[in-house]
């Protein structure tokens, strides 16, 4: 069954960076957009940052555009998210998602056919 598996979370302070991996084992990344989304307890899932199928689409929440980067490698099948700058209000389970979609624009989780089972980020002030 193919699923995401988010890893590379953890505690930081205020300031420092994280970088997160989503390993894609069994997708094909030139057929499937991905996704980071993050959640907060008693908050919409949130979308940060998505690089789409072809590769040639990037896009940012506005909130963490000029801190976090998206990159994939589609030999080792794997999307990184890197984040620099943080702040605790980007402590969030944040979570990574495939879709069969061209563009990775909408924050809808509902176009998101597969989902890993998150990882931790905690950023203290």
């Known amino acids: 069954q193919l699923q995401p598996v988010e890893s590379g979370g953890g505690l930081v302070q205020s300031g420092g960076s994280l970088k997160l991996s989503c390993a894609l084992s069994?997708?094909?990344?030139?057929?499937?957009?991905i996704k980071w989304f993050r959640q907060v307890p008693g908050k919409e899932r949130e979308g940060v940052a998505c690089v789409s199928r072809s590769g040639g689409l990037i896009d940012y929440a506005d909130a963490v555009k000029g801190r976090f980067t998206i990159s994939r490698d589609t030999a080792k099948k794997t999307v990184s998210l890197q984040m620099n700058s943080l702040n605790p209000d980007d402590t969030a389970i944040y979570l990574c998602?495939?879709?069969?979609?061209?563009?990775?624009?909408?924050?809808?989780?509902?176009?998101?056919?597969?989902w890993g089972q998150g990882t931790q980020v905690t950023v203290s002030s």
């Open positions: 998602a495939a879709a069969t979609i061209d563009y990775c624009f909408s924050d809808n989780p509902r176009l998101y056919d597969y």
């Open positions: 069994g997708f094909d990344l030139d057929s499937y957009s």
